[in-house]
């Protein structure tokens, strides 16, 4: 056979009646019936159906928990002695007793056993206890160690009414709430002191220096030839680098041509030349009128020129057909005499007909041209970052002055001068540079300026190669190329960032600042915490910036733009 459960939960709608409700205590197997009531319960709005619900209970042995939140609940279960909980989670307890119940609510009871509840434990804890409660086959049931029977259960609730309006359910919410501010406050606290003592503390060291500036400037040939260097002839090996680069530009076509027909007509020439023999016309001779021309079509020999007495040229006439230069109907011109480049040669010409005009649009030599310029400016700017790329993949120093590009092949769909609206064009250019290593140039630098530094006591700190001037003088092929350099270079003490960080970290600001001032070419030390309340060097060196001022003395500076 099954054993009963410990405790069961029984929900009740808000359609039961109070004998539904009843019928189901006694029927529940568990010894603790939670009853988990709907909002606005009320069938037990009245103290009536509560004591009939106790009776239930006393005389099935069984013990119930009201699951309820309703204040309007609370004074009648007090009143029948019923057990109130918020959840099936929170600890049961008897709400007290309302100060008056009326006498024709009281109902005899015969109160048998009822299971105890405590009212310090939740629910589902005194499931647990009632499970113990069966193996020792307790039939009589303690509540609060007060022993229970027929005739004294009247006395027994208004007691434990009495007592329980003394006791004080711990309020676990407000525990809850200052545990966990006070977690959160000691969580601030620690992140506090970790932020002001670890994570802000920084320290600035400027430490001034006795620096010399002067002037590097030389000739010096890069070429990819060159396999060793030559600081005596400053010939340095270079590395050549190129690449191809494509890309394309579409534009609309702005180009005009007429393909209409040309007039044509004829023209009747006469020489009057003063010379003798006869005068050849050749083919393709131009006749203008108010600046449009025509060609003759073929060639055709002129008889010689004769003159009356009274000098009129009378020569006879020949007739040639001739074309216009260009189509349009601007050229179907009346009859009107023209000029040609054969001073000698009298032109007349006839009603020319037959040309007309029809514009279309066509790809012009100045669209291909627009379109060039425009990929040029972007192809331009991507060889370089390409090129560099490249020698800074091999630790190379770019020299740009060495740039050389290849003439681009041009290609344009459609072609020059057919028509369309739209075209594409396609360039392909090969884009080249020299670069070198760049202490192959500081050795350069240095054997330059050897002489006008105190080598014993001053060390080269920037050989001024970021901010140096390079000219092309001659790039005789793309691997070749002669480089005028000029730049200013500054000697000093050589101190080792590195190595300072390391000697001070952790030390007090006495401690930094005579360590440093006991280096050689130092004048000046200068140490800076922050925040204010920091007294040493944070023991981290990503905290410790160091900076060191380089003041030129004993050598006036001269300029690396090339002042003197």
Known sequence: MTPPKNKESVYIDVDDEITNIIEKVKTSESKIVALVLPKRATVLQSVVNMKLLKKAALSSKKSIVLITSEVGLLPLAGAAGLHVAKSLQSKPVIPPMPKTVADDDEVTEDIGDEVPIDATTSVGTLA????????????????????????????????????LKHLKVPNFERFRLVFFLAGLGLLLLVGGLIMAFIIMPKAHITIKTDTTSVVSSFDFIASANVAELNIDEKKIPAVYKEVIKKDSEKAPATGQKDTGTKATGTMTLKNCAATEGSVVVPVGTRFTNSGLSFASDEAVTLPESSFSSGGTCKTDTR?????????????????????????????SGSAMSGGTTNIIKIVSQGDIDAAVAKMKSRLDKQAVDELKALMDTEQLFTLNESKFSTEPKIASTPALDHEATEFTVTSETTYSTLGIKRE??????????????????????NDGIDTAIFRLNNLAN????????????????????????????????????????????????????SPFWIYSTPKSTKKIQITIEKTAETQAEQAADGSE
């Not at 409660?133 to 208004?158: C, S």
């Not at 730049?487 to 600042?513: C, F, M, N, W, Y």
């Open 440 to 461: 192959y140039l500081s050795q350069v630098i240095a054997s330059d300026v050897e002489d006008k530094i105190d080598t014993q006591k001053q060390a080269i700190t």
């Open 319 to 347: 007739s040639v057909d001739v074309t216009a230069e260009s189509p349009g109907d601007n050229y179907n011109l009346s009859s009107r005499t023209y000029t040609s480049n054969l001073g000698s040669v009298t032109a």
């Open 128 to 163: 647990a206890a009632a499970a113990i409660a069966d193996d020792d086959d307790t039939e009589t049931i303690e509540l609060d160690n007060i022993d229970l029977d027929g005739t004294e259960a009247g006395a027994v609730k208004k007691g434990m009414a009495e007592r």
């Open 478 to 529: 793309p691997k070749e190329a002669f480089i005028s350099f000029r730049t200013s270079v500054v000697a000093g003490p050589e101190l080792d960032e590195v190595a300072i960080k390391e000697a001070v970290r952790g030390k007090k600001r006495g401690q930094v600042e005579s360590y440093i001032s006991s280096q050689p070419g130092v004048k000046e030390v200068i140490v800076e915490y």
